[in-house]
């Protein structure tokens, strides 16, 4: 198995933090749609909260990302 290894795990979890920001900003502009798809586990309320709490950890994870995949925790650690 391949070994832990937190540049990937941090990528990964921009794209899921980015997925959810798309997802929940969605549930703003067409919360109808929205709410069907996720059976109403997502009402426009939630919706307007997550996204506007999401791009604090968005953000950190970003920076996490940039710095780790192609800053100083990349050199001489291929
Ligand atoms: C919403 C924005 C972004 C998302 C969701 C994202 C997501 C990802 C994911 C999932 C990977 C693959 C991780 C793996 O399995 O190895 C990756 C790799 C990478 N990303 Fe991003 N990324 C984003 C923005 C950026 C930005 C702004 C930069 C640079 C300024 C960047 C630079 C890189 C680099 C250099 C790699 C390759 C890392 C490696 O394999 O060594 N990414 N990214």
Known sequence: M???NP???VGWLLLAL???LVV???GITDS???GAATFGLLPRALA???HNLLWIPFLAVLAAHVILS???GKRGKE
Request: positive net charge; hydrophobic residues 55%; proline residues 0%.
């Open 2 to 4: 391949a070994r832990w």
């Open 7 to 9: 540049r990937r795990a």
């Open 18 to 20: 980015a997925l959810l």
């Open 24 to 26: 929940t900003g969605l």
């Open 32 to 34: 109808q749609a929205v």
């Open 48 to 50: 307007f909260q997550l």
């Open 70 to 72: 192609c800053g100083i």
